[in-house]
């Protein structure tokens, strides 16, 4: 598993990296979504398997290399941990990234940032997230009776030094700017990357199925504020769609691309050929 996609925004260089993909059941996919029936998810589905892809995203802007999110490495279930496989076959390794960019602390976001009782695997990368999403998360370890979740909060602790703390409106690169994309976690953001007056928008966990599109209002049970998600996740895909940005999200089929377009009250993804 290695596969990636390479394409650009304007003279800014970008791939997208499978990190992994599996294959879930309708009853695992409607186990994420508490308040929707198990009816409801299996017409959504169309009588298909579910999907969930790893989609991290890799910008070269400027000569500044930027890694969004990371997977879960090895600490991830048997077809995830294809990151260092996916940035080989764009000739580099984990050592060439400047920036990880931490969208939010999911574990199938931040878990391949070291190995277990091992060296960093981004040895020259420095951590940039928002500051809330920082807080948020020390917080719960901090406070948090597992031993998983209490090495959690030593490991990033550890860290501290490393990290760099944003805001939305924010520049990481020439040309890439945080978002705001708050309710899935408190301090979830993407990534809007412009150049040549083209765009991409990041907008990772804005929903986890393609079905969302349509049912903006179904809330994903990992979400640490649903009806932020809700409302967030109907203003973004709104911009999407008005301005005709490209949209990368982190869980859709690789390479995650494509465009939304409005359809009534709901909305309609497009993804690219």
């Not at 695992?28 to 959504?44: D, K, L």
């Not at 879960?72 to 990151?83: H, Q, R, T, V």
Request: charge should be negative; charged fraction near 20%.
């Amino acid at each position: 598993m290695s596969k990636s996609y390479q394409f650009a925004v304007g003279d800014i260089q970008c791939a997208v990296l499978q990190e992994g993909e599996t294959t879930k059941t309708s009853e695992a996919i409607a186990a994420r979504y508490p308040t929707v029936s198990r009816v409801e998810i299996e017409a959504a589905l169309g009588g298909t398997a579910g999907t969930d892809c790893l989609n991290c995203l890799y910008i070269n802007s400027g000569g500044t290399r930027i890694l969004a999110d990371v997977g879960f490495g090895a600490a991830g279930p048997p077809d995830c941990g294809g990151l260092a496989a996916a940035l080989d076959s764009i000739s580099l390794t984990p050592a060439d990234i400047d920036i990880v960019y931490l969208t939010h602390f999911h574990g199938d976001h931040i878990a391949g940032l070291m190995a277990e009782e091992s060296p960093l695997e981004f040895p020259n990368a420095r951590f940039v997230t928002m500051a809330a999403e920082w807080q948020e998360w020390m917080d719960r370890w901090a406070g948090s009776d597992s031993p998983q979740e209490r090495r959690q909060f030593e490991r990033f602790t550890a860290l501290r030094g490393r990290f760099s703390f944003v805001a939305a409106g924010d520049s990481v690169a020439p040309g890439v700017t945080v978002i705001d994309l708050a309710g899935h976690t408190l301090g979830h953001s993407g990534l809007l990357v412009e150049s040549g007056g083209e765009g991409l928008l990041h907008v990772v966990d804005l929903l986890h199925q393609s079905f969302q599109f349509a049912r903006t209002e179904w809330r994903f049970i990992f979400d640490s504020d649903g009806d932020m998600a809700v409302e967030t996740r109907r203003r973004v895909l709104g911009r999407c769609a008005d301005e005709g940005l490209l949209t990368l999200f982190y869980h859709l089929e690789f390479p995650g691309l494509g465009r939304v377009k409005r359809k009534g009250d709901a909305f309609s993804w497009h993804p690219l050929e």
